[in-house]
């Protein structure tokens, strides 16, 4: 009951913004295709077969391990007036050594094949241009873009644990998982219009729910700066970005969790195609 709730309140929210605008399809079509990289540390549990292990590395941990790869994403997003859709994907590999079980019993180095893939439909509530002053030389207020979606996040995780002793008896193993699933999210974000090249945007969604996920949070903060690419009007991005997901699959020996925080810095670019 809580999940369709949910879903309903955002639909709902969603066709009562379509419907207070005249026309919210009225203006031009707008197709923008972003780049990111991201570098996330690891916080969290991870159990695999019934074997739980506390995961905390760094970015820089993560990075000096030879099977890591920094996450690579992109989107694509389509805009028509105040109404939109994206499709959001993102593949990363991590590997995080000298794990520990509980009291210390067993050791293992740990390696995560990660993608996600997310699409959601946005409606713009708020669309307020910046003020600049009657010179143009100076802005009186910010502009500010706000957004509201809802849609769906598909998740899927490898894992692989090389057990490299348990206790005293240096015994080897390599335990194995592959899990996925789809949350339900739904968010908002906001960009402001600084000056005539800086920007800011903040964007944040929760979901799971129960669905997929016990429950999934995203987030990420960025500071842009607008400039020109082969006459296509494009923007760099820098910030942080934030990922939580709380997963929980079978019982006993068959257990698998997934109860992590991926966090790090991440850079990016976006190109406005048309």
């Not at 600084?194 to 999934?216: E, M, Q, V």
């Not at 760099?236 to 970005?241: M, V």
């Not at 929980?248 to 850079?267: A, T």
Request: proline share 3%; glycine share 12%; charged share 20%.
């Amino acid at each position: 009951m809580r999940l369709s709730g949910l879903i309903c309140g955002a639909i709902i929210c969603l066709c009562a913004g379509l419907a207070r605008a005249e026309d919210p399809l009225a203006g031009d079509w707008h197709l923008d295709l972003t780049s990111y990289l991201w570098a996330p540390s690891l916080n969290g549990n991870l159990t695999v077969r019934g074997r739980e292990f506390p995961v905390n590395a760094s970015f820089i941990d993560i990075l000096k391990d030879s099977d890591s790869l920094i996450g690579i994403e992109g989107r694509l997003g389509l805009r028509k007036g105040r109404v939109g859709v994206y499709v959001d994907g993102l593949y990363n590999k991590i590997g995080a050594d000298n794990l520990s079980g509980p009291f210390g019993f067993a050791k293992a180095d740990a390696s995560v094949n990660l993608t996600f893939i997310e699409s959601a439909v946005y409606y713009d509530l708020i669309d307020l241009p910046r003020q600049k002053s009657p010179d143009g030389q100076d802005t009186w207020n910010w502009g500010i873009e706000t957004d509201v979606y809802a849609g769906a996040r598909y998740t899927n995780l490898g894992v692989t644990l090389d057990l490299k002793s348990i206790g005293k008896l240096g015994i080897n193993q390599t335990r194995s998982k592959n899990e996925s699933w789809v949350d339900p999210i739904v968010g908002g974000r906001i960009t402001l219009d600084l000056s005539d090249h800086w920007k800011a945007y903040l964007d944040n969604n929760i979901g799971g729910f129960g669905a997929g996920s016990k429950l999934a949070y995203s987030g990420i903060a960025l500071v842009g700066y607008q400039f020109t690419l082969f006459g296509l009007e494009s923007t760099a991005w820098a910030g942080y970005k934030a990922l939580y997901q709380d997963y929980q699959n079978g019982s006993g020996k068959d257990e698998f969790r997934w109860n992590m925080w991926l966090h790090g810095p991440v850079i990016g670019t976006t190109i406005r195609l048309f």
